[in-house]
């Protein structure tokens, strides 16, 4: 099933949540092989991790799919869709 740009874009922008979480664990627990986690650490950072890799991997797939679909180019189509999720443009007002 070919997917919306609308939803490329929240794809997108759940896959920019996840890979801020991402830094987020690093920052907060230290470079891995500088600082020993704890067991739940690793465990923490590891979920988040593949959560990310899920994420960006099925947006990847979408993009190819939605690209094809639409007769687009691929990079194209991914660089609209992470402008738009990092930079949404204002919706029009009705009564314009």
Do not use: C, F, I
Not at 16 to 26: K, S
């Amino acid at each position: 099933m070919a997917h919306t740009l609308e939803e490329l874009v929240e794809m997108q922008r759940a896959a920019d949540q996840a890979h801020n979480r991402v830094l987020e664990l690093r920052d907060q627990y230290g470079p891995p092989a500088q600082t020993e986690w704890t067991e739940g650490q690793t465990e923490t950072y590891e979920t988040a991790w593949r959560a990310w890799r899920d994420l960006a991997r099925d947006l990847q797939a979408a993009v190819t799919e939605h690209a094809e679909a639409e007769g687009q180019a691929r990079n194209e189509v991914e660089a609209s869709v992470k402008k738009q999720a990092r930079h949404p443009e204002p919706e029009e007002d009705p009564g314009d």
